[in-house]
Every structure is written in C-alpha cells, then in structure tokens.
C-alpha cells in the first residue's frame, strides 16, 4: 500500500512539475527572444538625396583620386605619405600638394566671392628663410559649365611637424561644380580635377 500511495504521489507530481517547467523555460525564452519592435531606418528625404547625389561626382567630371594616380613619395624630411587621413600626395619632386582620396572637396566656407580652400603645396626647392612669400601662382577654370575663374590671393608659408614647410595658397571658388587646379612654382607645374559640392 505505501509503494502505491507512493506510484500516485509521483503519478500527481510529475505533470505539475512539467508545468512548472515549462512555464518557467517560456518565461526563459521571453527575457531572452530577439526584440520584434526594431524600428525601421527612415525614408531618406528628397532633401538629403539631393544632398548625397551633389556631393557625388559626375562621369565627366574626371577628379584625381588616389583610386587612379600611384601617390607620391615626397622626399626627405617629409612624411613619405600625406599626414592626414583621408588624403594623399599628389605631385613630382618640383611641385605637389595634398589631395582628398576621392577628389572632392565638400562643405567649404560659403561667401560672397564664393567657397574658400586653403591649399598647401610643397617642392623641393622651396626654402622658407629664403622665400617667405613663395613665387606661387595659382590658378583655375570650372570644368563642367561657364563660369568666373578661380580667385587667388597670393601665397605665404606654413610651417608645422607634420608638414615641415609648406607654400599656404587661399582661393575661392566663385561656384560649386567641377574645377581643374594649377599651380606654377619655379618652372614646375601641377594640374589636379577636384569636384566641389556643398
């Protein structure tokens, strides 16, 4: 008789006990299930793709990148890479400067005579103590419709750890678009496409 009262005792306790777990194993999964309310990225806005097709170059805007040109090695005591993220040497030993790896020059100051960059440029024949306002020109033409040229206003020097000494040139684009750069330097020349967006 106590064997059998026993046989029912577990008979009775078994189906409670898996109850309980598996009550106990859904209250496990709940806490740890993948949440299903992730929210959805937002629609992008015909603002913001207008925004990310301006700052993206046309086809027949042929800008140097670092995808198509080998970089330049500059010489001893520069950095034999540009020293920022994002750019690279472009140029010869006569006359280079330091490019963005995509050929686009984004976000400039905006005033009225247009949008300003600071260029610097560099060449192996150019001394600071000798030269504190380098014989530097700079010039340039929009590409990709009629447009005033680039405004120069003259040259100065930079001097830096990073950079040691640089020829500092500002300009102002006097629109956005695709724009051909040349700078002249003691019989060096350089020419570079960059695309100019807001």
């Not at 309980?20 to 859904?26: E, M, P």
Request: proline share 9%; hydrophobic share 45%; glycine share 8%.
């Amino acid at each position: 008789m106590h064997k059998l009262s026993h046989i029912l005792s577990l008979l009775i306790l078994a189906p409670l006990l898996a109850g309980c777990a598996s009550l106990t194993g859904a209250k496990a999964l709940e806490e740890y299930r993948m949440p299903t309310d992730v929210p959805t990225a937002p629609e992008l806005t015909a603002t913001v793709q207008a925004e990310i097709a301006a700052s993206i170059p046309p086809v027949d805007c042929p800008v140097t990148t670092v995808a198509e040109n080998i970089p330049f090695t500059a010489p001893e005591p520069y950095s034999s890479n540009a020293p920022w993220e994002g750019l690279f040497w472009f140029g010869t030993k006569g006359l280079w400067t330091a490019l963005s790896t995509d050929g686009v020059w984004q976000g400039l100051p905006d005033n009225p005579q247009g949008y300003t960059q600071k260029i610097m440029w560099w060449s192996d024949l150019f001394v600071l103590e000798d030269e504190l306002q380098p014989a530097l020109v700079v010039t340039g033409r929009r590409l990709d419709a009629e447009a005033p040229p680039l405004q120069f206003y003259g040259a100065t020097n930079a001097m830096a750890g990073d950079i040691k000494t640089a020829m500092l040139t500002g300009v102002d684009f006097p629109t956005l678009g695709c724009w051909e750069v040349t700078g002249d330097y003691k019989k060096s020349q350089l020419t570079f496409v960059v695309w100019v967006a807001p």
